[in-house]
């Protein structure tokens, strides 16, 4: 994505916020960035005995798509809880079947497609305006530790739901990224995952950063390691922000050319590609927003 | 405030809206502009080329800001985005607080004032007039610049003055990389009485700094069969 906005916000220690609103808002800010689309991933109060999934119904029978869904998940996994906003189908689940709980549903149920899987992370996204977003997908009364957001203008690959972002690291729980930049060498990168078991669930450039680093994870590498060898690894311009379940980190290119600023204090971070976003939601001028250099990485955990 | 300053609250205002507000204002017959709120949106008090004015912004800027000015004086109290002053031809920029990347890009004039640190590539395609930077300076600061000064009290990133045409580099901390064909000169007694002229009214004490001076070592003038290793480094 070459003039994509992204957000994020970090809310410190076991303070929660509104992220949802504030999400929206700022990605609201930079929609001159990305009119296509808008999406936010949010993490809210953490399941210990369960999974929240996100699944969007891509078609006009919900009622019937709905009833699929739970059917196919039921298969696999106990449907604990079951509610619809829209077209965005939320579920919690007693486990994700060892990350084979999203491969079922879109296998059982045509043009179902499940967004994200976490304890915690909830994906939403939809064309058009983060504002619409929030509202459609009632996103204001979200609250949670901390969230990232996007606004799109489709470069790469098609102006749909599917391949807006955020994008989840699947089938890594609580995983996902948004990126601005382009990487060139995605089609090598994302054959050597998929040699290694990853599926990709678009053809979206952005979505191999996500996997990257979860697999570099899951390995048992920091977030701190596979940031710095994403600079290396990942070819082509990029600022991006990778989320798990106790915080984010961001990534800037050896070139610098894809601005993000971050902005910090005692009780919060603040993330933005342009200090517009940050300033319409904080404008206390003690809150003094910085822009990432090249190969600069940072991150923030719980 | 006398009857030459005006105010105007860019708060519900659209961008050009405060940008016509400017220039009713000079036409008004203000000399000083004060402008509140300005939340850190782009393209604000451009193309103006009016000597003797004043316009301040009480706050963050964005993009382009200063942007083809020929003559005002510019202050931002607060940060600003890319490319301030971008072509500038003459005229002075003052921010107090960090800029972002291509700070200060092709002027041709005037001079610029950081007081914080600045992103990648800032004074790229310089024509002219001086650029000062307060703090550190980004990757490839002075990249192809042409003519015209970069003072960068704090340390310079990777690749500082890359395929530079012509003008000068200082920098007062480290250096962590130059870029192709920039080459360190020896300091001079007039270097140093430059540094204290230009750094002075900024209250920063040249001499309490170990300036590195880099020009153009002239070599990606011409291409030569002779140096193709210089060639491939630089592309």
């Given amino acids: 994505m070459h003039v994509c906005g992204i957000v994020g916000v970090f809310y410190k220690g076991s303070a929660t916020g509104p992220v949802g609103q504030v999400m929206t808002d700022m990605c609201d800010q930079l929609f001159r960035r990305g009119p296509d689309s808008a999406g936010v991933a949010l993490y809210g109060p953490r399941l210990d005995d369960g999974f929240v999934v996100r699944v969007d119904l891509d078609r006009p029978d919900l009622d019937v798509a709905e009833g699929a869904v739970l059917a196919a998940a039921d298969e696999v996994t106990t449907v604990k809880d079951a509610a619809r906003t829209a077209r965005s189908l939320r579920l919690v689940v007693t486990d994700d079947a060892e990350g084979k709980l999203a491969d079922v549903i879109e296998e059982r149920v045509p043009d179902a497609r499940v967004f994200s899987v976490g304890r915690s992370m909830e994906i939403v996204k939809d064309l058009g305006m983060a504002c619409d977003i929030n509202q459609r997908y009632d996103l204001g009364s979200f609250r949670g530790s901390h969230g990232i957001g996007h606004t799109r203008m489709a470069t790469e690959s098609r102006v749909d739901i599917a391949h807006s972002h955020p994008f989840w690291a699947r089938p890594f729980p609580d995983i996902s990224v948004v990126h601005n930049g382009q990487i060139t060498n995605y089609h090598k990168l994302r054959r050597r995952l998929e040699q290694k078991g990853h599926r990709f669930a678009t053809e979206n450039d952005s979505e191999v950063i996500a996997v990257y680093i979860a697999d570099k994870l899951a390995a048992g590498e920091t977030l701190d390691a596979a940031l710095r060898a994403s600079i290396d690894d990942l070819d082509g311009t990029f600022a991006y922000l990778i989320s798990t379940v106790d915080g984010f980190g961001l990534a800037r290119d050896q070139f610098a050319t894809k601005p993000l600023l971050y902005a910090e204090d005692d009780e919060m971070v603040v993330l933005a590609s342009e200090e517009i976003s940050i300033r319409a939601l904080f404008p206390d001028p003690a809150l003094v927003p910085r822009e990432l250099q090249a190969k600069e990485v940072r991150w923030w955990l719980r | ?235």
């Fill in chain 2, 1 to 235: 405030m006398t009857s030459e300053t005006a105010t105007i609250d860019a708060e519900g205002l659209e961008t050009r809206d405060v940008n016509r507000g400017i220039k009713q204002a000079i036409a008004d017959g203000a000399r000083e502009i004060h402008v509140l709120h300005p939340a850190g949106r782009h393209s604000f008090a451009v193309a103006l080329k009016e000597e003797g004015l004043e316009v301040v912004f009480e706050g963050p800027v964005g993009w382009y800001t200063a942007g083809m000015n020929f003559g005002p004086h510019v202050v931002v109290r607060g940060n600003c985005g890319w490319a301030i002053g971008e072509c500038m031809m003459d005229g002075r920029i003052e921010v107090f607080g960090h800029a972002g990347s291509g700070t200060a890009a092709s002027i041709r004039g005037g001079l610029v004032y950081i007081q914080g640190d600045t992103g990648a590539r800032a004074g790229i395609a310089m024509k002219g007039g001086t650029l000062v930077v307060g703090g550190d300076a980004g990757y490839m600061t002075g990249f192809m610049m042409q003519e015209g000064r970069i003072v960068i009290c704090g340390d310079a990133a990777d690749g500082i003055g890359d395929s530079m045409y012509e003008g000068t580099i200082y920098v007062g901390g480290s250096v962590a990389s130059r870029g192709a064909d920039a080459e360190v000169e020896e300091m001079t007694g007039e270097d140093a009485v430059y540094l204290k002229g230009v750094l002075d009214p900024f209250g920063i004490d040249a001499g309490s700094l170990d300036f590195t001076k880099i020009r153009s070592g002239r070599k990606l003038w011409n291409f030569s069969t002779k140096e193709p290793e210089l060639w491939t480094s630089a592309l």
